[in-house]
């Protein structure tokens, strides 16, 4: 099970890394919307790998709070762009 952690957690944080770099360089707003939503899709499964392996269930009231936040997030951006994309 530790082997199983270790390889989740490396993975993760390869991921979380790559997707920094997209939202730091990213040409458009949009492109960095995008990766703030996967950054916090990223964050959501650490904390959930975190909760599984730890076997603990407190965490769950978190992950639905930054699930909700996460969509909300995603829909203003996307309602902001559209708005603006028509003017």
Request: proline share 2%.
């Amino acid at each position: 099970m530790t082997t199983v952690a270790v390889t989740v957690t490396a993975l993760l944080a390869v991921a979380g890394g790559l997707t920094l770099t997209r939202v730091i360089r990213g040409p458009s707003i949009l492109d960095r919307a995008v990766a703030t939503d996967v950054l916090l899709a990223i964050i959501v499964a650490a904390i959930a790998t975190e909760a599984a392996y730890s076997r603990d269930a407190t965490a769950l009231p978190v992950l639905v709070v930054l699930a909700v936040l996460g969509f909300v997030g995603s829909v203003s951006i996307a309602r902001f762009a559209t708005r603006r994309k028509s003017e």
